[in-house]
């Protein structure tokens, strides 16, 4: 079993949808959760950080982390074409430094 | 602020070959790391360096690669013969210090081995 698991998708929505972006991991240690957004040839840059259970909005973006259940959320409100891109989770185990543990990403396509 | 340089951005080489790739990371950035992202695929830690000084690279295929960064600022990833599965793109990223936990990444090498 994979340390974080990640649906790659392709997503596909129409302009103004709600989507809602998931990853699960096995390993109850990791204290520290983020999403990455990675457009096409380039490389990842951090959209949400969440530090332990809880919710927090920045925006169109709402991260939800559920550590009883190994379980983090991504919603994108009103979605805008501009937000297709590929969305990376990851995550570590303290804030010292060390390195991040990424999901495989999802695909997402929005279109007007 | 410049974000992190990678260069070359693409590189076409046959396997068996030789190849090398340089980050200069943000300026004053401590930490950096270099992660393999094979397509379709996040991601994953080859080695981090602390200043000079190599604090992981317990998944670093050390019979065919190999990493420094002199003076504590650019690295160099290289690898040497190049397999077939090695084709990837390379990210380099770095970390400021104090309590900033954020990585910022460069653009990426994209490797193809033929």
């Known amino acids: 079993q994979k340390e974080v698991e990640q649906d790659p998708g392709p997503l596909s929505v129409p302009e103004g949808a709600i989507v809602s972006l998931n990853c699960t991991y096995s390993?109850?240690?990791?204290?520290?959760f983020m999403w990455y957004r990675q457009y096409s040839r380039k490389g990842p840059e951090l959209l949400m950080y969440?530090?332990?259970?809880g919710n927090k909005e920045d925006g169109r973006f709402t991260a939800q982390v559920d550590k009883s259940s190994k379980y983090i959320s991504l919603f994108i409100r009103d979605s805008q074409p501009s937000d297709s891109a590929t969305y990376l989770c990851a995550m570590s185990y303290n804030q010292a430094g060390t390195a991040l543990i990424f999901g495989k990403g999802t695909t997402l396509s929005v279109s007007s | 602020e410049a974000g992190v340089a990678q260069s070359p951005r693409y590189k076409i080489i046959e396997k068996r070959q030789s190849v090398a790739f340089w980050c200069n990371p943000i300026?004053?950035?401590?930490?950096l790391y270099w992660y393999q992202q094979i397509l379709g695929q996040g991601p994953k830690l080859l080695i981090q360096?602390?200043?000079?000084?190599?604090?992981?690279d317990s998944q670093l295929p050390k019979d065919r690669f190999s990493a420094e960064r002199l003076k504590g600022v650019d690295s160099t990833l290289k690898i040497q013969p190049a397999k077939l599965e090695d084709s990837a793109v390379y990210l380099c990223a770095s970390r400021g210090t104090g309590g900033t936990y954020e990585q910022y990444f460069g653009p990426g090498t994209r490797l193809t081995v033929t």
């Open positions: 390993n109850s240690a990791f204290q520290y």
């Open positions: 969440t530090y332990s259970s």
């Open positions: 300026s004053g950035h401590a930490t």
């Open positions: 360096f602390q200043n000079n000084g190599v604090v992981d």
